[in-house]
């Protein structure tokens, strides 16, 4: 049973404008939440993370959006470059548990 | 300072074989985690090392098993190999107390033939 899913597979923008990456979860015992962004031949590298006590966490052109009522996070992206193309992964953790669910992931491709 | 290391980069094994992983945490981190992920989908938690001891296991069958060394290192040895652990196997490594952020190596790519 997928308890964080992106819905998304895939994603173009243009370089400039916004991306919107979004994640739903079920379990509402889910209380932190992260953004990992994957290069290809490379690990997972944390972007932005945010506790169930926010509404939302910037960090320069990323800003991730919690709605704890609609079990729903959103990760934004401004301006979008071309060296931010890779596949985003939303994850989230249960306070006391040190495990972390992942959704499969969006690929984002930014057009130059 | 040196990240989260794995090695090998790549393994190829046959089933029924057994396979030892191997991973370095992130200076000053003392927790290691093992993830397993599958083509087109995203990190499945496999257990948690802390003060050589698992302490939290994901739904994996016994064949995964696991090691932590008093200098916080891991290995991830899986038995009886199945077509089906084909997989990027991913360590992350953290810190005990504190949020809960992993940092992720590049991973062990195995095919099982």
């Known amino acids: 049973d997928q308890q964080v899913k992106q819905n998304s597979p895939s994603l173009s923008v243009q370089e400039g404008r916004i991306s919107i990456l979004n994640c739903d979860y079920t379990n509402s015992m889910f209380d932190y939440f992260l953004w990992y962004k994957k290069y290809p031949a490379e690990g997972p590298t944390f972007l932005i993370s945010i506790s169930s006590i926010k509404d939302k966490n910037e960090d320069g052109r990323f800003t991730v959006f919690l709605n704890k009522s609609a079990k729903h996070l959103s990760l934004h992206i401004v301006p979008s470059q071309p060296g931010d193309s890779a596949v985003y992964f939303c994850a989230a953790s249960v306070a006391g548990a040190n495990n972390l669910f992942f959704g499969t992931g969006t690929r984002l491709t930014v057009i130059p | 300072d040196a990240g989260v290391t794995q090695s090998p980069t790549h393994l190829i094994k046959t089933r029924g074989q057994q396979v030892t992983l191997r991973c370095s945490p992130k200076s000053g981190h003392d927790t290691v985690s093992w993830y397993q992920q599958a083509l087109g989908q995203g990190p499945q938690f496999i257990f948690q090392y802390y003060e050589e001891e698992e302490r939290q296991r994901g739904n994996f069958p016994d064949r995964f098993s696991g090691h932590q060394f008093p200098n916080y290192s891991s290995e991830l040895n899986v038995n009886a190999l199945l077509l089906g652990d084909s997989a990027l196997y991913l360590c992350?490594?953290?810190?005990?107390?504190?949020?809960?952020?992993?940092?992720f190596g590049a991973g062990t790519r195995l095919s099982v033939l």
């Open positions: 992350a490594s953290s810190l005990r107390e504190g949020i809960n952020i992993q940092y």
